[in-house]
């Protein structure tokens, strides 16, 4: 799949993923505004400025991408204490707004 704007840019996606809805429309897990880059959160708590986000994960049994610090947070922020997780949780949703509508005006050729 390749995302084009200002920069083309290649991307890397499983076949079976969904086609990236409008932006605006419902999230549906396509995976494509963390593949192209990585968000906020990334660059906070992954130190990650560029690339796909390596908490981007494929769910074979979804056919969807999932954000692994909004999944599993202690598996990406290790120092992350059991008993803030839930919350930690929360506010990552919150922050990226996790399944709400598709932020990514990038287009797929």
Avoid: T
């Avoid at 994960?57 to 839930?86: D, N, T």
Wanted: charge should be neutral; aromatic fraction near 12%.
């Amino acid at each position: 799949m390749q995302a084009s704007g200002d920069d083309n840019q290649v991307i890397w996606l499983q076949p079976e993923a969904p086609a990236k809805p409008q932006l605006g429309q419902a999230c549906n897990g396509c995976g494509v505004c963390c593949a192209a880059e990585p968000c906020p959160v990334a660059r906070v708590f992954l130190w990650q400025w560029r690339g796909a986000c390596r908490a981007l994960e494929w769910h074979a049994e979804l056919k969807q991408y999932r954000c692994g610090m909004l999944l599993r947070p202690a598996h990406y922020v290790f120092l992350l204490p059991r008993f803030l997780e839930l919350s930690f949780r929360s506010w990552i949703r919150r922050w990226i707004a996790a399944g709400v509508a598709c932020d990514s005006d990038a287009h797929i050729e």
